[in-house]
Every structure is written in C-alpha cells, then in structure tokens.
C-alpha cells in the first residue's frame, strides 16, 4: 500500500518561487525585439503580424545559432 493519501490534496504557500526573474527577462527581449522588428518591418499590416511572429520565436534562433547546432 502506498502512503500517498488517495483523495485531493491542499498544497501551502507558493508552488512556484522565483519563476518572475526569467519571465521578465524573456519579457524584456521581446520588447526589445518587437521594437526592432517593427522599426525596421513597419508598413503594412502583414509585415507588423511577421514582426511580431519574429519577436516570438528570436529566442529559438539566436540559442540554436550560438550553440552551433
């Protein structure tokens, strides 16, 4: 038998801490890159939804860049 009680559980306190410093960060470089890609992509609608779509995924690229793969 096992020890784990079969019904819901209550949890206490926070599930997560410390998850708000790498949302932010992320958060900031979309902001950066969102500004860049509008900056430099503005102009028609289609262009303004591919700067954003850009912004999404840079992360992805950048770290599949650097690590060389």
């Known amino acids: 038998m096992s020890d784990k009680p079969s019904g819901?559980?209550?949890?206490?306190g926070r599930a997560a801490v410390g998850t708000s410093t790498p949302n932010g960060?992320?958060?900031?470089?979309?902001?950066?890159?969102?500004?860049?890609?509008?900056?430099?992509d503005s102009g028609t609608f289609w262009l303004v939804i591919l700067a954003i779509l850009k912004a999404i995924v840079w992360p992805a690229i950048l770290v599949y860049h650097l690590l060389g793969l």
Do not use: E, S, Y
């Open 8 to 12: 819901p559980t209550k949890h206490r």
């Open 25 to 40: 960060i992320w958060l900031l470089g979309f902001v950066g890159a969102l500004a860049h890609f509008l900056h430099n």
